[in-house]
């Protein structure tokens, strides 16, 4: 009997190893290959600062009197708000890339007094669907 569970163990063992690293591998499908987390949450915020603020030139909300007072207060802003959410400690596994397509998709669409399109943007770019953990 003791054989028997001897012989076995090299593939259990295999089987188990295995396994560990293909779900490993899928956790982090949506990573581009030697991406590390910090450069994945740094080129989100930069990219959600993008085209939020690209948004906000639409909507002339930049400029002398409106929201912002240039873009780069705009980036500066939006990169401060949005690093509350998306840090490395939320995001440690990084960004999954497609979440953070579609919430820059709900940006980029979004028209300029819409509060359809205000609630649309919160439910696409939540943190907790484009981080991973």
Known sequence: MKKTRTRYAPALLFVVLGT????????????????????????????????????????NQIGGGQRYASRDACVQS????????????????????????????????????SAFDALSQMAACRSSDMCLH
Request: with cysteine; hydrophobic share 30%.
């Open 78 to 113: 939006v990169r401060r708000d949005e690093r509350e959410d998306i840090n490395l400690y939320e995001c440690a596994g990084g960004i999954d890339q497609k979440e953070l397509s579609e919430c820059l998709s709900e940006i980029n669409t979004a028209d300029c007094d």
């Open 20 to 59: 560990g690293v293909a779900l490993g591998a899928c956790s982090r499908e949506n990573r581009a290959l030697g991406e590390s987390p910090r450069s994945d949450v740094n080129r989100a915020l930069q990219s959600l600062a993008d085209a939020r603020c690209d948004r906000a030139m639409r909507c």
